[in-house]
């Protein structure tokens, strides 16, 4: 398969890479800002890569990576971004690039890629949603809301691409030790750890094994599904 990844320069897109590319697959990755730090990791991957840059918050940007890409027969969408404060403190703009970014981006590139493809080619797509847009939390409405939007549409989208021989599934990570989260207080950890059954964070590690199994022929059956990811948090 050759799959695209957005998001690819972050910790869970990177374990995604090497874990696909482990499994012999081709890579198309994105980044936004980091480009000279992933054509270094790509160099250590035993397949064929290719590597698009864009502000995926930016419709034009979509639209300009979109004509760039070419078929392939999976896709992850990992890029995102997280507001933490009260939505009364969250500027318009910066309300509407996160819409832009998680929900707006995956459903123009899944449209796009679909309509790329020939009707009985397979297409597998994965989307790295969130905990939070299954419960929601306090000083993170908009990005649970934008993950909520990303859960509806992987349902929807499941019953419309089912025909056409393509699969969309969805996985919620609950905490997971990445750079992503190192914004929060010791506190913030502390408190969070203690709600956690599992008693651990989760790692991108394990994140990535899971999109591997449903983004692979494996779990071929599956389609729609929401995958959470959190130790039992929540």
């Not at 969070?192 to 590690?205: H, M, N, S, V, Y």
């Amino acid at each position: 398969m050759r799959i695209f990844i957005t998001g690819a320069s972050g910790a869970i897109g990177l374990a995604t890479a090497k874990r696909l590319a482990d499994a012999g697959h081709d890579l198309v990755l994105h980044t936004h800002t980091r480009q000279k730090e992933l054509e270094q990791f790509v160099q250590e991957l035993p397949v064929t890569t290719q590597i698009v840059a864009g502000d995926l918050s930016n419709r034009d940007t979509i639209t300009a990576l979109c004509e760039e890409l070419p078929v392939v027969e999976g896709f992850v969408h990992i890029a995102g971004t997280s507001f933490s404060g009260l939505l009364i403190d969250q500027t318009t703009g910066s309300i509407e690039s996160m819409m832009t970014l998680h929900v707006e981006s995956l459903i123009r590139i899944s449209q796009f890629l679909t309509l790329k493809k020939g009707f009985s080619a397979p297409l597998s797509i994965v989307v790295v949603s969130s905990v939070l847009g299954e419960f929601g939390a306090a000083g993170e409405v908009v990005y649970s809301s934008c993950k909520a939007a990303q859960l509806g549409f992987v349902k929807a989208y499941s019953k419309e691409i089912g025909p056409m021989n393509g699969r969309i599934n969805a996985v919620t990570p609950g905490w997971i030790d990445t750079p992503m989260n190192a914004v929060f207080t010791d506190q913030d950890r502390e408190q969070a750890l203690a709600e956690i059954p599992a008693g651990r964070f989760g790692t991108e590690d394990e994140v990535a094994a899971a999109i591997t199994f449903l983004i692979g022929k494996e779990a071929g059956y599956i389609s729609g599904a929401v995958l959470k990811i959190d130790g039992a948090w929540m």
